[in-house]
């Protein structure tokens, strides 16, 4: 593989003679995962590593099989979507309304957006055992985990999505006397939806994290507990195929976002 | 006249959000002394000050801080030497970065630390652990952010360095690195914040480590103000570690 033009000119016209096509891009990505696949392989045969730890691939891809046939798996992966969804419901309502006033109003911001800006980013994980006590020990403590993990990012991109809107669009809304419900409904949420689909997407990433790393820590439901259920009894075929499958999830609820966002109007 | 001379000050604006937490934590103290509040859910947030002291004299906080910070330091040099690296050979080889930067883009959005029973398995339940699940975390902020500072290297910069016949080393260590320095950086810093996170959370989680294992220890000895008392210390140490990043981002945009 040789070095290509580094000129960014280059690059962002993508019109280099030796620029790469697609073909190759594609072959090249098919033997990257190849050469990884054989890796994986090679290193679970020849024993280097305990043999548990990196299993062979056919038997994470029969472990995936009986995950994916075993009916009661959907039933933990309903329990975990339905308490990210509703964290993700009482977290995003809480998080878009936070962010409206805290963009609409500069001084709501100066009192207030310094709390939100600094315990956005603090691990949600340690509130845990706050959240069982005020909550339980069943979904209610995992569905506070998720809407207090996905407050922060949602608020955030609100606030910033509020301060981003076009002033002659307020100012036309003013100037046809519509109400504080119409600006909102009519001007304001049209106008931020960029910016609170991006606050969504994160979001929903931090909501499945909170969710099933509460799940992994003390519940009887969801992916979370299966995942350490396959740790505790070391089956790692089966937690490779719960992992795989919830990154699959994870990554492709994201995706799914993104590609609304880019879709043109 | 510009919005900034226009603005009124905001300290009165300030000092109504301390005074509103200040007279949130009164409300809850009121509530709870009157029996309205369940003192076995919330403990009193007078006990919680006075727990403070306790905490951090009876609980070696300050070892723990240390050993936070070395798995901090641990991941954030893996970070600086994987993390970079990658991200110049991403810009180096055009078709690497057409192959692979969707995948780091989609290795961002997967939740690393779920996979947390992983790295038990392969590392144990040590430190190593958590220094890997912070730097696997926080890796594709870093390698991203370098390929797209030196992507965005001026291209009136690179021709002058070639119009000085530099070579691609000179041209690197000269024109490209320094050019995108202050987006590195904010990658390196995006980076050590979801290090940071996942290595608390980690901690907390395994029983294992630093300031995560505190909050552990004192939720399972039901030690109602202690858990308050170490989830308020290590909140005000995540807050510091993000104002300290955030200030050395500042310095090193304006350096």
């Known amino acids: 593989m040789g070095a290509t033009d580094l000129t960014p000119a280059a690059a962002a016209t993508g019109s280099d003679a030796g620029d790469p096509t697609r073909r190759q891009v594609l ?60 964290g993700l419901a009482v977290g995003g309502a809480l998080g878009l309304l936070a962010g409206v006033v805290i963009g609409a109003n500069r001084f709501a911001a100066d009192a207030y957006e310094a709390l939100i800006h600094y315990l956005g980013p603090t691990p949600k994980i340690v509130f845990f055992p706050v959240m069982i006590m005020w909550f339980g020990v069943g979904a209610g403590s995992k569905v506070a985990m998720a809407a207090i993990s996905c407050f922060f990012p949602i608020a955030i991109s609100a606030a910033a999505g509020m301060r981003a809107i076009d002033g002659v669009l307020i100012r036309v809304g003013r100037s046809f006397g519509a109400r504080p419900w119409q600006m909102a409904t009519k001007i304001y949420l049209p106008a931020m939806r960029a910016p609170v689909r991006n606050g969504l997407r994160l979001g929903l990433g931090v909501a499945i994290i909170g969710t099933l790393l509460a799940e992994t820590k003390l519940s009887n439901r969801g992916v979370g507990h299966l995942v350490i259920q396959a740790y505790s009894t070391f089956d790692m075929p089966r937690m490779y195929a719960l992992l795989i499958v919830v990154f699959v999830a994870a990554i492709g609820l994201n995706a799914l976002i993104g590609r609304g966002e880019r879709r043109p109007r | 006249m510009n919005d900034a001379s226009l603005r009124a000050s905001p300290w009165p604006a300030r000092a109504v959000g301390a005074g509103s937490l200040v007279a949130l934590v009164a409300i809850v103290e009121a509530l709870l002394r009157a029996g309205v509040v369940n003192r076995f859910v919330i403990p009193l947030p007078s006990d919680v000050l006075a727990a403070i002291p306790r905490v951090v004299a009876e609980e070696n906080v300050l070892r723990r801080f240390v050993q936070t910070t070395q798995e901090m330091l641990w991941a954030a040099l893996l970070l600086a030497l994987v993390g970079v690296a990658a991200g110049v050979a991403l810009h180096r080889y055009r078709m690497l970065k057409l192959a692979c930067e969707t995948w780091i883009g989609a290795f961002a959005a997967a939740p690393i630390v779920l996979a947390y029973p992983l790295f038990l398995v392969i590392f144990g339940r040590s430190a190593a652990t958590i220094v890997a699940i912070g730097f696997c975390a926080g890796l594709p902020a870093v390698i991203l952010k370098t390929t797209e500072g030196l992507g965005a290297t001026r291209a009136v910069l690179v021709d002058v360095g070639r119009s000085f ?37 980690v901690e907390f989680l395994i029983n294992f480590g630093g300031l995560g294992q505190l909050i552990n220890e004192m939720a399972e000895r039901y030690d109602l103000p202690g858990t308050y008392a170490a989830i308020l210390f290590v909140v005000l140490a995540s807050v510091l570690f993000f104002d300290v990043t955030e200030r050395i981002e500042r310095w090193a945009r304006r350096t």
């Open chain 1, 27 to 86: 072959a090249l990505r098919a033997a990257i995962v190849v050469a990884l696949l054989v890796a994986w392989e090679a290193v679970s045969a020849s024993g280097l590593l305990f043999r548990d730890v990196v299993p062979s691939l056919r038997s994470i891809a029969a472990a995936l099989m009986r995950v994916l046939a075993a009916p009661e798996f959907y039933g933990h992966l309903g329990a975990s979507a339905s308490e990210v969804a509703a």
């Open chain 2, 165 to 201: 016949r530099l070579t691609p080393r000179q041209q690197f260590r000269l024109i490209l690195l320094p050019a995108a320095l202050p987006t590195i950086f904010v990658g390196f810093r995006l980076g050590l914040i979801f290090a940071m996170i996942n290595i608390v959370g």
